[in-house]
């Protein structure tokens, strides 16, 4: 059975920092991302950890409104990905979800949350001004 547990949420100063972690267990992944959604908005992508073809290196891909700001990461031996958060704006309040993908991507399509098979609970992210 697969689950994704996702920790680290919290309130914080805009200006400050968090890290939110989510651990994977059932199987290993080509791709884990994370994604947010806030109050009355749809889902939006945040950043991934796309593997590289056959290799056990994974490139990280962010949404522009992140880049530069949040950093995401992947520890394979724990099976885990990490999404340092820098600079927190409070428009990046939202409930962040981690999530998993099996198949490898064909195409630069991570950004997509249907093409991601599993999810985990969420956790609130707030960024207080």
């Known amino acids: 059975q697969v689950r994704l547990v996702e920790s680290g949420g919290g309130l914080v100063q805009a200006g400050g920092s968090l890290s939110l972690s989510c651990a994977a267990s059932g199987r290993t992944f080509s791709a884990m991302g994370w994604f947010r959604q806030a109050p009355g908005k749809e889902r939006e992508f945040v950043a991934a950890?796309?593997?590289?073809?056959?290799?056990?290196?994974?490139?990280?891909y962010y949404a522009d409104s992140v880049k530069g700001r949040f950093t995401i990461s992947r520890d394979n031996a724990k099976n885990t990905v990490y999404l340092q958060m820098k600079t927190l704006k409070p428009e990046d309040t939202a409930v962040y979800y981690c999530?998993?993908?099996?198949?490898?991507?064909?195409?630069?399509?991570?950004?997509?949350?249907?093409?991601?098979?599993?999810w985990g609970q969420g956790t609130q992210v707030t960024v207080s001004s």
């Open positions: 999530s998993a993908r099996e198949a490898t991507f064909i195409g630069s399509i991570w950004w997509r949350s249907t093409e991601y098979d599993y």
């Open positions: 950890a796309v593997r590289s073809g056959l290799n056990t290196y994974y490139a990280g």
